[in-house]
């Protein structure tokens, strides 16, 4: 009778046609042991089963052969993340995915981006990219609109991923948020008996009531809002949320229209310009979010605006504002008008040039799926970009203060980016330097403002 023999160096199974008695069966210099003739009958059905067991082992054996390796970068501080989620990515596909660790400073990753993709590298299939990148890299991305199925790619804020739909492709999926938010005093302001602000008149009025209180009562150095107002892209964030929640727009339209030059755009500003020295110290006109956060949390500012990161920090050791906290959406210019705080999240998308695009999107979207975004915000109090996980009890435990900001993250601002391409960052450095200029008191607002709008125009056709 036959009899078959399995080679776990090769992954084959052999059958011997001879039917002697032989111990071994011997192929090139290799031996295996087969079973004497006078045992076959006798473990006939053990062999069955064992061949069944067998033909498992070697399709495993030859499904991991074919398994697929991509390269992914991941960002500097999301690296031991990364490698949990290729480690569960591997574990449920097969596939590997190797994680590259992007510089320090992340803007430095864009150099070696363009470089990359201008050589058409097939070296790394996934990448890390900020929001106001995806209008940059936009030509050399993968349309991911048939490739992320479509379920999958509604569970994400609309907001969020609609910023990643470019010229009629989705060239990245979200992989977390961030959005302007107003951190407060809410000890202060039960102190005094007052209702959090809805609009930036009411915040102005609320800051400085409580401000001259504190101040009467012994606090010289407290001030009624802290916020950044220095001449960089954190200006540009401040600012857009100021005009965009005043129905001003946000500095140039989706078609690529100029908007910036307009009364609600105005008086916004005019608004702003007036908090200086008022309710904001005149420092704040080079204050960061560093700067700006080390104000509030030292105890010396009843109303902050910053990213959600702060409500980590307010509540770690050294801070004098622990448990005094509260968190609340950006308030509105004027009735009808939307919290606009300004849009940060991060995505992941695809190298266009990848040899292996199919399995790069399957890492995407696992990477930016549920069960990963979770993982993500209970390790590292990332906000999820999925609106189902704002009511996940394991998750509002960790970051308690989304359940009461879910509109925030809804009606956040964009920042022109994707219209603008490769000449965001001049359209921005343009804007924030203007603005830093009014604020300063060293221009007027309305023409400055037409004069903005005539650079922007010659600008935004650069790119």
């Known amino acids: 009778m036959p009899f078959c023999i399995f080679d776990a160096t090769t992954g084959r199974v052999h059958v011997d046609m001879t039917g002697h008695n032989q111990s071994y069966w011997k192929q090139g210099d290799k031996e295996l042991r087969i079973m004497p003739k006078r045992y076959q009958r006798r473990e006939q059905s053990m062999l069955k089963k064992s061949l069944a067991a067998l033909a498992i082992s070697a399709a495993l054996w030859g499904s991991s052969a074919h398994a697929e390796t991509i390269s992914v970068f991941c960002s500097p501080t999301e690296f031991e993340l990364c490698t949990n989620v290729a480690n569960a990515w591997k574990e449920k596909t097969g596939n590997e995915a190797k994680i590259n660790k992007m510089p320090a400073l992340l803007d430095d990753a864009i150099p070696i981006y363009q470089q990359l993709l201008a050589a058409k590298s097939k070296d790394v299939d996934v990448l890390f990219l900020d929001v106001i990148w995806l209008g940059m890299f936009k030509s050399n991305l993968l349309d991911l609109k048939t490739m992320i199925p479509q379920a999958d790619q509604d569970k994400h804020f609309a907001s969020t991923l609609n910023a990643a739909k470019l010229d009629g492709n989705l060239i990245a999926m979200p992989a977390y948020m961030d959005v302007g938010l107003m951190f407060y005093r809410k000890d202060l302001l039960e102190k005094y008996g007052k209702a959090a602000p809805k609009t930036w008149d009411e915040l102005a009025a609320t800051a400085k009531e409580i401000q001259d209180k504190e101040r009467a009562a012994g606090s010289a150095d407290m001030w009624g809002y802290a916020w950044q107002a220095k001449s960089y892209e954190g200006l540009t964030c401040d600012a857009i949320e100021l005009v965009a929640s005043n129905g001003g727009g946000t500095i140039i339209s989706d078609d690529g229209k100029v908007t910036i030059d307009n009364p609600q755009a105005a008086a916004a500003l005019e608004k702003a310009k007036g908090w200086i020295g008022s309710i904001s110290p005149e420092g704040v006109l080079n204050y960061d979010e560093e700067q700006s956060r080390a104000v509030f949390e030292s105890g010396n500012a009843v109303f902050h605006r910053n990213w959600p990161y702060v409500w980590g920090t307010s509540h770690e050791k ?65 906000n999820p970009s999925i609106q ?22 809804a009606d956040s601002a964009v920042r022109p980016s994707g219209y603008t391409g490769t000449s965001y960052n001049r359209v921005s450095q343009a804007f924030y330097r203007s603005v830093h200029d009014m604020l300063s008191g060293g221009a007027e607002v309305k023409s400055s403002l037409t004069s903005l709008a005539g650079r922007l125009e010659k600008l935004k056709e650069s790119r």
């Open 318 to 382: 050294g801070s004098n504002v622990v448990d005094k906290v509260g968190v609340m959406p950006l308030p509105v210019g004027k009735e009808g008008e939307k919290s606009s705080g300004c849009l940060g999240p991060m995505y992941y998308g695809v190298n266009k040039y990848s040899a292996k695009p199919e399995v790069a999107a399957d890492f995407v979207n696992f990477i930016t799926g549920p069960d990963m975004q979770k993982m993500r915000a209970l390790k590292a109090a990332l």
């Open 388 to 409: 189902a996980l704002y009511s996940d009890p394991e998750v509002l435990e960790k970051i308690p203060f989304l359940k009461d900001n879910q509109q925030a993250f």
